[in-house]
């Protein structure tokens, strides 16, 4: 049986790796900051024994102002002083300006002795010889010669002190390679425990529980806000699979009606002997049937397509004046059928980058559906122009039809949408009632807009707005 924490799946975790990081980064800010203090504190020791070997040596330049010429009452007063430090480890050594000694501590290393008083025409200087440490001072006196005096102490002390510290620091350096994974693992875990509940909850997640959502803790920091875009994903994950749902749903109530239809009569014509009218009466009809069956499938063929983001829209340069002309032309047999109008107003040459197939057939389904919601003698425009401020491209079908409710406009773009006035009621026509909401997919694939205005009783005009073409 293996450890946890010898799982190499565990030091993947994005936990184990804060932790080796944050290990890493403290240590080694650790070993920088002990490498430091031990300069540091060397340096400290070291500067405070050179002042205290200069305060000895200025004690033996204010005994020979007080007792010069009197050099055995200045070797007894420096004997004196000397002594007095002794426990400390100092030694002095007095000599004159050509070097030789006038008198030394009895403890005054013979390393000492030996070095040449070098560069002795300065006032002081700091030596190190060995473990022996001193400042040279050079004591000039205006009537009489100038002598030399050593003081200095044994360094091992210092260097012992030293070590007593770095002793220390290391036992500071263990403690942090002990407390700072423990301390980081700690602190790594509070850090990750909210992505865990963000995984843990994602896990569970399924289609059929899109109403789960993250648990939010309102800390505004990077974690939370990741659990709030989750769960607007999700939002719209759940929006989008309701529509389709209800889509499928209100497309297959759409394809039950006309193939009942056809079932129906063709049981009916097999029940009983007919003649030859009676079935070719029965094939019009199911003919008839089928062909709304055909208009169906291709309005949601296009609906499909434009619904897919991975299909781009033909950038080609088409003019919206041509299209509005021969989309008129082809509805005004249609119109006069029904006894309604149908004209080309205002016709600005404005062209847009876009399929002009589908706009054909955006233009189409308006000219449909105004003709049929208007009544006889009425009259449905179609116009072209160019905004004179933004420079987009505006197309306006509008009629004199018996208009929509405003209460209805927010929802005439929804597929199979039924709203029970004159207007909407009956809207199959020819696209199985999804003619507006194939006008809105393919204007919005083209990067324009479409929208609706309508009064009871005065009419209704589309607008579809596109950017213009370069």
Known sequence: MSLPLLDPARWRTLRARLTIWNTAVVLAMAVIALLAARFA?????????????RAGALEVVYALDDLAPDLKAVVAEIRRKAASHETRGWFVHLLTE???????????????????????????NVVQVGPYRYVRRR??????????????????????NLASLVRLLFVVGAFLLLLTPLAGWWLAGRATRPLQEILGKAERLKPTRLGDRLTTHGTQDELDRLA??????????????????????????????????????????????????????????????????????????????????G???????????????????????????RGVAVELGDCS???????????????????DNAIRHTPNGGRVTVDVARDAKSGDAILTVADTGSGIEARHLDHVFDRFYQADTARTRGMTGRTGGLGLAICKAIVDRHGGSISLQSAVGRGTTATIRLAAAA
């Open 139 to 160: 004591i000039a006196r205006p009537d009489g010669p100038a002598y030399h005096v050593r003081v200095g102490t044994y360094t091992t002390g210092l260097d012992e």
């Open 98 to 124: 050509d070097g030789s000694t006038i008198w030394r501590s009895d403890h005054c290393p013979p390393e000492v002795l030996q070095f040449p008083p070098a560069k002795l025409q300065q006032e002081e």
């Open 311 to 337: 299909r781009s829209v033909p950038t080609e340069t088409i003019d919206l004046a041509a299209i509005a002309r021969q989309s008129v032309g082809m509805f005004a047999g249609v119109g006069e059928d």
């Open 228 to 309: 709030v875009t989750i769960n607007r994903l999700l939002d719209q994950v759940a929006e989008h699979v309701d529509r389709q749902q209800h889509f499928v749903a209100d497309a297959a109530h759409e394809l039950r009606g006309p193939l009942a239809a056809m079932r129906s009569t063709v049981d009916v014509a097999l029940a009983h002997d007919r003649t030859a009218a009676d079935y070719r009466d029965t094939l019009v009809e199911v003919l008839e049937q089928a062909g709304q069956l055909s208009n169906l499938a291709n309005a949601l063929l296009t609906l499909a397509e434009s619904a897919a983001d």
């Open 349 to 367: 040459d404005v062209k847009v980058a876009g399929d002009a197939a589908q706009m054909r057939q955006v233009l189409g389904n308006l000219l």
């Open 41 to 53: 504190a060397r340096a400290t020791i070291y500067d405070d024994a050179d002042a205290e070997l």
